[in-house]
T-cell receptor, first 118, second 114 residues
Framework: DTAVSQTPKYLVTQMGNDKSIKCEQN?????MYWYKQDSKKFLKIMFS???????INETVPNRFSPKSPDKAHLNLHINSLELGDSAVYFC?????????????????FGPGTRLTVT | RKEVEQDPGPFNVPEGATVAFNCTYS??????FFWYRQDCRKEPKLLMS???SGNEDGRFTAQLNRASQYISLLIRDSKLSDSATYLC???????????????FGTGTRLTIIP
């Protein structure tokens, strides 16, 4: 009965590898997000998709590429992993949308993917 | 200036006490304000929205001061289960697309001591 699910929960990999994190929500929400929470617990938005369309793209290296095959899924692919990519990555979704602008009211977060790059 | 600033704590408070956190935000155009709670090694979850007139949910009271651009959270009769990190969250307008995004403070860590 999970609302927002992510896989894998833990990911340990070496520098230079390419990896993907998957996210799915069964809430029927229009908008999905990727956040990064670093070692200092600072939670920062990376991307936002509304109905499969990219609407927010923060200053994130090109090595990070989100993909939304449908509005219930938002995956994150990371190329050439670096030590600084080690963090917890949270997927989230929200419903509120009005007049072409998306208002990200209550967001539901997935359990997080703890990525460790060695 | 950070978009959303909070005292990181930690706040170590005896059970039953009242504790208050403040948070300041820099964007005067912000319209939506929230407190989220994050338990250790868990995802953030919405605790409560913050309305202009102030609002209460059981032992929790949230206040908004638009003139001074700060938000507060008051917890009365604190319980052991209140131990968590409390994140102040404010909406920020994305100038390029006209959309909004939530900006999170770094959180205030609270530990309730038995």
């Amino acid at each position: 009965d999970t609302a927002v699910s992510q896989t894998p929960k833990y990911l340990v990999t070496q520098m230079g590898n390419d990896k993907s994190i998957k996210c799915e929500q069964n809430l029927g929400h229009d908008t999905m997000y990727w956040y990064k929470q670093d070692s200092k617990k600072f939670l920062k938005i990376m991307f936002s998709y509304n109905n499969k369309e990219l609407i927010i793209n923060e200053t994130v290296p090109n090595r990070f590429s989100p993909k939304s095959p449908d509005k219930a899924h938002l995956n994150l692919h990371i190329n050439s992993l670096e030590l600084g990519d080690s963090a917890v990555y949270f997927c989230a979704s929200s419903q509120e949308a009005r007049g072409g602008r998306v208002s990200p009211y209550e967001q539901y977060f997935g359990p997080g993917t703890r990525l460790t790059v060695t | 200036r950070k978009e959303v600033e909070q005292d990181p704590g930690p706040f170590n408070v005896p059970e039953g006490a009242t504790v208050a956190f403040n948070c300041t935000y820099s964007n005067s155009a912000s319209q939506s304000f929230f407190w989220y709670r994050q338990d250790c090694r868990k995802e953030p979850k919405l605790l409560m929205s913050v309305y202009s007139s102030g609002n209460e949910d059981g032992r929790f009271t949230a206040q908004l001061n638009r003139a001074s651009q700060y938000i507060s959270l008051l917890i009365r009769d604190s319980k052991l289960s209140d131990s968590a990190t409390y994140l102040c969250v404010v909406n920020i307008f994305e100038s390029n697309f006209g959309n909004e995004k939530l900006t999170f403070g770094t959180g205030t860590r609270l530990t309730i001591i038995p």
